[in-house]
Structures are given as structure tokens and as C-alpha cells.
Nanobody, 115 residues
Framework: QVQLVESGGGLVQAGGSLRLSCAAS????????MGWYRQAPGRQRELVAG???????NYADSVKGRFTISRDNAKNTVYLQMNSLKPEDTAVYYC?????????WGQGTQVTVSS
């Protein structure tokens, strides 16, 4: 069992930056593939970025070059650095931990980008 708690969301102007954090507890954090997803009103949840336990990363095309995912296994935490934010980045951002048949979600944190 893994518990995930996101933080760092908020309101920011277009062009600004935010850093999201996801603290994990309850299991061996380092074995999980970690990801950040987002869901905007009326839209399906989509993958923003993922990072394997070895640090390999992948990004949605819409955020490449602007967002950076990282993890600190010693702190059981995954981060999402978001730069050059756009109004279309507005969404609830969710942290995800996946391993084998196990899949866990955080409660989400709101990111709102004003134009």
C-alpha cells in the first residue's frame, strides 16, 4: 500500500513557474514508476510526465522543454518543475505510483494559470 500526498499547486500568471511535490509513504518508494497526470474540466486524465526507478523520463509533447520530472528516492518524493506555464496547463495534477499490478493515486492539487 502506498499513500501519496501532492503539494505545490496554486495560481500563477502565464509564463510563471510552479514546483509540485508528491510525498510517498507506506511502501518501498524506489521500486515504483512515478508519474504526474492532469485532468482539466471536461477532459480525460492525461499523462504529463513519468520517471522510472532508474531515472528514465518521458513527457507529453505539450510539456516537453517546459516541465521536468525528478525523484529523490531517499526522501520518497517525486517532483514536477513546471516552467513557462500556459493557461492550457490549468488542471488538477495527480501523482501516480505504479508497480506490477499495483497502481496508486494522490488526491490531486489544483494548478491554475491566468492569461
Amino acid at each position: 500500500q502506498v499513500q501519496l500526498v501532492e503539494s505545490g499547486g496554486g495560481l500563477v500568471q502565464a509564463g510563471g513557474s510552479l514546483r509540485l511535490s508528491c510525498a510517498a509513504s507506506g511502501s518501498i518508494f524506489s521500486i515504483y514508476v512515478m508519474g504526474w497526470y492532469r485532468q482539466a474540466p471536461g477532459r480525460q486524465r492525461e499523462l504529463v510526465a513519468g520517471i522510472t526507478r532508474r531515472g528514465n523520463t518521458n513527457y507529453a509533447d505539450s510539456v516537453k522543454g517546459r516541465f521536468t520530472i525528478s525523484r529523490d528516492n531517499a526522501k520518497n518524493t517525486v517532483y514536477l518543475q513546471m516552467n513557462s506555464l500556459k493557461p492550457e496547463d490549468t488542471a488538477v495534477y495527480y501523482c501516480n505510483a505504479a508497480y506490477s499490478l499495483y497502481n496508486y493515486w494522490g488526491q490531486g492539487t489544483q494548478v491554475t494559470v491566468s492569461s
